[in-house]
């Protein structure tokens, strides 16, 4: 069946970088989009980015500057990093396909 | 960006009972064929869960008791009859236009 799962570092710096791996299993990545959206806590759901299955990338406008995404198809595995991350970068962080089906996702805290 | 108010908030509904879900988007999000708008559920502690694409179309595997409808800019989730495990938090999201893909801020649905 679909399956995704986020893994992170849990806790980062203010100012570090954040690297989480989104890793699917059910479907091929050269089949369908993943996407990436956070949930701050008690909050919303916010967009981040999208890789396609042909590999071209779309992303928030307003976070493109700080974001990266890209993926390892062989290895069905979607890369998310983010620079610069501040407090209020502290969510929750989901991989879904196609907004489809969703991981269970990964804290991400933004502290010292 | 579009921007999608959701109404109300919160809502308790008695079991049994009807509740109805609004999302205004701030531009058409619909063509002669299709609707971009999409209802999800999520409860604590879980990620969304897809419950109606094209703001009709129900999921696999989503009971019968829910239903979207609308056209343009004004679309309804409805919940009838509502069941204590339907308690959770309610978002609609349009995928008119990319970037970005934005969510309403989300109703809380409560027993009374």
């Known amino acids: 069946q679909v399956q995704l799962k986020e893994s992170g570092p849990g806790l980062v710096a203010p100012s570090q970088s954040l690297s989480i791996t989104c890793t699917v299993s059910?479907?091929?990545?050269?089949?369908?989009?993943v996407h990436w959206v956070r949930q701050p806590p008690g909050k919303g759901l916010e967009w981040l980015v999208v890789?396609?299955?042909?590999?071209?990338?779309t992303y928030n406008s307003a976070l493109k500057s700080r974001l990266s995404i890209s993926k390892d198809n062989s290895k069905s595995q979607v890369f998310l990093k983010m620079n610069s991350l501040q407090t209020d970068d502290t969510a929750m962080y989901y991989c879904?396909?196609?907004?489809?089906?969703w991981g269970q996702g990964t804290s991400v805290t933004v502290s010292s | 960006d579009i921007v999608l108010t959701q109404s109300p908030a919160s809502l308790a509904v008695s079991l049994g009972q009807r509740a109805t879900i609004s999302c205004r988007a701030s531009?058409?999000?619909?063509?002669?064929?299709?609707?971009?708008m999409h209802w999800y559920q999520q409860k604590p502690g879980q990620p969304p869960k897809l419950l109606i694409k094209?703001?009709?179309n129900l999921e696999s595997g989503v009971p019968a008791r829910f239903s979207g409808s609308g056209s343009g800019t004004d679309f309804t989730l409805n919940i009838h009859p509502v069941e204590e495990e339907d308690t959770a938090t309610y978002y609609c999201?349009?995928?008119?236009?990319?970037?970005?893909?934005?969510f309403g801020a989300g109703t809380k649905l409560e027993l009374k």
């Open positions: 879904a396909r196609n907004l489809d089906y």
């Open positions: 059910g479907f091929s990545l050269t089949s369908y989009g």
């Open positions: 890789i396609w299955s042909d590999g071209s990338t």
């Open positions: 531009q058409s999000v619909s063509t002669s064929s299709y609707s971009y």
């Open positions: 094209y703001a009709s």
């Open positions: 999201q349009h995928s008119w236009e990319i970037p970005p893909l934005t």
